[in-house]
């Protein structure tokens, strides 16, 4: 169905190695709002129980991208395909995503998963049952009763997380999950998100850290102002950039040069 | 000055020994407005969230008139209420003036509108905070609208005793609709006016102090239920 080929130097199809047909793909995906253009020409291939992590500095535009993938913005140029169809309410369901700040409901952390459950369409037999899978697997079983608005940053993450899982997607947008938290609460979900790829789960995360991106990713996307500049393994591309940005990145002088390059400008 | 202390202490009086009278309109005067704030969160609660969480076209203007509705003139409803009761009116024959169902009918026009207007605003915040969760969970209509009831429980129950703190301390409305009719309309707002005018302070002293009893009952339990729920971290 896509013969994208032409589109291959922005690295889409380094991505995807394999032959299946990709879970969720994007082509020339751009989000322009008010004339200002976040994101554009954005193609990348997600396949199933694949982990892609998406890279880049302070407003690259790396939230919305995730946003425009499982349909919450509305992008304004370029397709989303969900196993090479366009995204609908369906496809939605065999996605979940976990927000950069957790959304907590205003009830006991049982009832937040039941909740989610429900919403998933799972019978109301089976819920329970579902819940304290899920309970068990982020280690909050003694926390079941606890108002979940209560639970520390680490705590509803990891619920969040094990809310988004109970759903059994197929893939999971995950935006920074362990920004703000400390080495053993990032361990406890590097190690639920590994779990779920294990379990066959396509991942598809957000995150600030090289070091996080080489443990979790197979593959990675880097963002600049909106753009894929680079996107390939993610062994590869961490310790061989081709792109200037990323080695900018990767050394920390990306910011630096940022600054200097709009004060040149001005 | 003496007189005062005299009518003070014969009011007191008339509360402790409960007078059958005094105990008549209260009853049914919680009665009434029981039943009214009852049927009106039945009502405004749902609608006030579906404005609230719903994008429809003239959302807009139905916000707006929920808010001027909130605002409405007691006697206003109470005239129309009675023109819609009166023989002449098109409930008529159904021959509801000058009954208790009457006030309650009375009364749940008057804080109908309050309850949805209050309702549409914390449900309202309440779905801004949970639109993207809910979106990508795939929640459907009628599970958002009773989420949001659901999660804004406290500050909606809050949203209910303060209608009943309205409704329960309103004379024009029911006046017009009950007409005061003895051991038959009579509740409290309408027999402080009728006693004080006929100079029965004694009784008319008693109802208000009851009243004041239960406007300031209803708010203990207003704030209560807030502390408690700030506890849960669910307000
Ligand atoms: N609704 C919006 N309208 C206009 N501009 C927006 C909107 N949302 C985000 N932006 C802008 O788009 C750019 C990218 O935002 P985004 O949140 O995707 O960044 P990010 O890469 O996730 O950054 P961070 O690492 O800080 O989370 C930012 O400059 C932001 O100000
Ligand atoms: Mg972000």
């Known amino acids: 169905m896509f013969s994208g080929s032409a589109r291959s130097k922005t690295g889409a199809f380094a991505v995807s190695q394999s032959l299946d047909p990709p879970l969720l793909a994007a082509r020339d995906l751009a989000l322009t709002v008010r004339g200002e253009p976040l994101l554009r020409n954005v193609d990348l291939d997600i396949h199933a129980a694949r982990r892609l992590m998406i890279l880049g500095a302070n407003g690259a535009g790396k939230s919305l991208l995730l946003r425009c993938l499982h349909g919450l913005t509305r992008?304004?140029?370029?397709?989303?395909?969900?196993?090479?169809?366009?995204?609908?309410?369906?496809?939605?369901?065999?996605?979940?995503?976990?927000?950069?700040?957790?959304?907590?409901?205003?009830?006991?952390?049982?009832?937040?998963?039941?909740?989610?459950?429900?919403?998933?369409?799972?019978?109301?037999?089976?819920?329970?049952?579902?819940?304290?899978?899920?309970?068990?697997?982020?280690?909050?079983?003694?926390?079941?009763?606890?108002?979940?608005?209560?639970?520390?940053?680490?705590?509803?993450?990891?619920?969040?997380?094990?809310?988004?899982?109970?759903?059994?997607?197929?893939?999971?947008?995950?935006?920074?999950?362990?920004?703000?938290?400390?080495?053993?609460?990032?361990?406890?979900?590097?190690?639920?998100?590994?779990?779920?790829?294990?379990?066959?789960?396509?991942?598809?995360?957000?995150?600030?850290?090289?070091?996080?991106?080489?443990?979790?990713?197979?593959?990675?996307?880097?963002?600049?102002?909106?753009?894929?500049?680079?996107?390939?393994?993610?062994?590869?591309?961490?310790?061989?950039?081709?792109?200037?940005?990323?080695?900018?990145?990767?050394?920390?002088?990306?910011?630096?040069?940022?600054?200097?390059?709009?004060?040149?400008?001005? | 000055m003496s007189e005062i202390g005299a009518i003070f202490r014969a009011a007191f009086e008339l509360i402790l020994r409960w007078d059958s009278n005094l105990g008549e309109i209260v009853t049914l005067s919680l009665y009434v407005t029981f039943f009214a704030v009852a049927l009106a969160c039945c009502i405004g609660l749902p609608l006030g969230a579906a404005v609230g969480v719903f994008r429809f076209p003239g959302r807009t203007a139905a916000t707006v008139l929920l808010n001027t509705l909130m605002g409405l003139p007691p006697v206003v409803v109470g005239l129309g209420v009675y023109l819609m009761l009166s023989a002449s009116g098109p409930l008529g024959p159904l021959r509801l003036l000058y009954t208790p169902t009457a006030m309650i009918i009375a009364q749940l026009v008057l804080v109908t509108p309050i309850i949805a207007a209050l309702a549409r605003q914390i449900t309202e915040d309440l779905n801004r905070e949970y639109a993207d969760q809910f979106t990508s969970l795939g929640v459907g209509p009628f599970r958002k609208l009773w989420a949001v009831l659901w999660d804004g429980r406290y500050s909606l129950l809050t949203v209910a005793l303060a209608g009943f703190g309205r409704a329960v301390a309103e004379v024009g409305a029911v006046m017009i609709v009950g007409g005061n009719i003895n051991h038959v309309t009579r509740v409290m707002t309408t027999s402080i006016a009728l006693e004080t005018s006929k100079g029965n302070l004694n009784l008319a002293l008693a109802l208000g102090v009851v009243l004041l009893a239960i406007a300031m009952a209803v708010n203990a339990v207003a704030m209560a239920v807030r502390a408690s729920a700030m506890r849960a971290a669910y307000v």
């Open chain 1, 75 to 266: 992008r304004t140029g370029g397709g989303v395909y969900w196993r090479g169809r366009p995204m609908d309410r369906a496809a939605r369901r065999a996605q979940a995503m976990v927000f950069q700040r957790p959304v907590m409901l205003r009830r006991s952390v049982l009832s937040n998963l039941l909740f989610a459950l429900g919403a998933a369409g799972v019978r109301k037999s089976e819920r329970r049952a579902r819940a304290q899978e899920a309970l068990e697997q982020a280690r909050l079983e003694h926390l079941a009763r606890r108002p979940a608005r209560l639970l520390s940053g680490g705590e509803q993450q990891r619920l969040a997380l094990a809310r988004a899982l109970a759903c059994r997607p197929e893939i999971l947008f995950l935006d920074e999950p362990t920004a703000s938290l400390d080495p053993a609460a990032t361990l406890a979900v590097e190690q639920l998100i590994s779990a779920a790829h294990s379990d066959g789960v396509a991942i598809v995360m957000v995150t600030h850290e090289a070091g996080q991106a080489r443990r979790l990713g197979d593959d990675i996307v880097f963002l600049h102002r909106g753009a894929v500049a680079e996107a390939g393994r993610a062994a590869h591309c961490l310790s061989a950039p081709s792109s200037a940005p990323l080695q900018a990145w990767l050394e920390g002088r990306l910011y630096l040069e940022e600054t200097r390059l709009s004060a040149e400008k001005r």
